[in-house]
Nanobody, 126 residues
Framework: QLRLVESGGGLVQPGASLRLSCVAS????????IAWFRQAPGKEREGVSC????????DYADSVKGRFTISGHNTQNTVYLQMNNLQPEDTGVYFC???????????????????WGQGTQVTVSS
């Protein structure tokens, strides 16, 4: 059973950066698609970014393109989300998610994901 644990959230001012980490245990991330989602208070959860470590595929929501970068290390079983130029609208709980999909080399933030972490809070406020 794949287990995901996020960390790296915090309270920052607009324009600042944060790097979120998602550490997997129980299984290797090889053949998995891994994604970051976020949920702001009173809003639906939305996909932010995804990656396929073995295939180097990535996908981003339009709202974060050019500011966020997803990366992964298969040997470390860890996926990162580098978030630059954070804005108040980026505030929310960020979740790491994964799905095993060895047949598809490309990920999508609109796909279904089966494994979820507990989330880490990101607050952007002046």
């Amino acid at each position: 059973q794949l287990r995901l644990v996020e960390s790296g959230g915090g309270l920052v001012q607009p324009g600042a950066s944060l790097r979120l980490s998602c550490v997997a245990s129980g299984s290797t991330l090889h053949f998995h698609h891994i994604a970051w989602f976020r949920q702001a208070p009173g809003k639906e959860r939305e996909g932010v970014s995804c990656t396929v470590i073995s295939g180097r595929s990535t996908d981003y929501a339009d709202s974060v393109k050019g500011r966020f970068t997803i990366s992964g290390h298969n040997t470390q079983n860890t996926v990162y989300l580098q978030m630059n130029n954070l804005q108040p609208e980026d505030t929310g709980v960020y979740f790491c998610a994964a799905v095993r999909n060895p047949r598809s080399p490309s990920c999508s933030i609109r796909s279904r994901y089966d494994y979820w972490g507990q989330g880490t809070q990101v607050t952007v406020s002046s």
